[in-house]
């Protein structure tokens, strides 16, 4: 049972919602995440992949605030989707120390410069505005252990690929996810660059 080898914080959070029995995809997900290898996660909707993420995230962080700069950054599509998981992520991190920030490009660059200078561990954005703080030098990722993707296929847009692939460059070494509802070619693509030896898990 993945949920039973998990932090003690998320053991909690999960009891009180009564979530007692992962799903099947999370049931394969979450060992292969927790081992530290790059892994494409394809399911469809419903399947679990947003709460893998979360709990996965958490158990990565050790559900405990480090240092100022992000250990964790979360790519989605736009600045709706970016709300919508901060929504979620406070829901697992109301009673913990983690410190969560969403950013997104309608948000003037340098207040998120200045918000994320005072400190967070998980970092929520578009790849656009995240790759705009790492060519600004707006963002410190020399402590970055994971980057998640959540519902990938909108790589397929030009201007996301391109930012996602900017960034990437940028980044020396940590361990990346991808969540998605099916495995395409522009997901397929990255197994050349930064998905080197990544595992498959479908649901």
């Known amino acids: 049972m993945p949920f039973k ?12 919602k009564e979530i007692v029995t992962p799903t099947p995809f999370q049931s394969g997900s979450i060992p292969t ?15 679990g992949k947003t709460t893998t993420l979360i709990l996965t995230t958490l158990q990565k962080l050790k559900c405990e605030a480090v240092g100022n700069s992000p250990r964790a950054v ?3 599509e736009n600045k709706q989707k970016a709300l919508e998981l901060y929504a979620s992520f406070l829901i697992y991190t109301r009673h913990n120390s983690l410190r969560v920030y969403v950013g ?6 340098d207040i998120q410069k200045s918000e994320i200078f ?6 929520i954005s578009t790849p656009e505005s995240i790759n ?6 707006g963002v410190n990722i020399a402590q970055l252990k994971i980057l998640s993707i959540d519902d990938a296929e909108f790589l397929s847009q030009n201007s996301a690929y391109n930012a996602l692939m900017s960034i990437t460059q940028s ?22 660059y930064f998905m080197e030896y990544s595992t498959i898990v479908t649901g």
């Open 118 to 123: 005072e400190g967070i561990d998980i970092l």
């Open 74 to 76: 979360i790519l989605v």
């Open 132 to 137: 705009k703080l790492f060519l600004l030098n």
């Open 33 to 47: 995440i927790k081992s530290g290898a790059n892994v494409y996660c394809t399911a469809p909707a419903g399947s």
């Open 171 to 192: 980044i020396i070494k940590c361990q990346y996810v991808l969540y998605s509802d099916k495995m395409n070619p522009t997901l397929k693509r990255f197994e050349s």
């Open 104 to 109: 997104y490009e309608q948000l003037h660059i």
């Open 5 to 16: 080898k998990l932090h003690s914080d998320i053991k909690e959070i999960l009891a009180s």
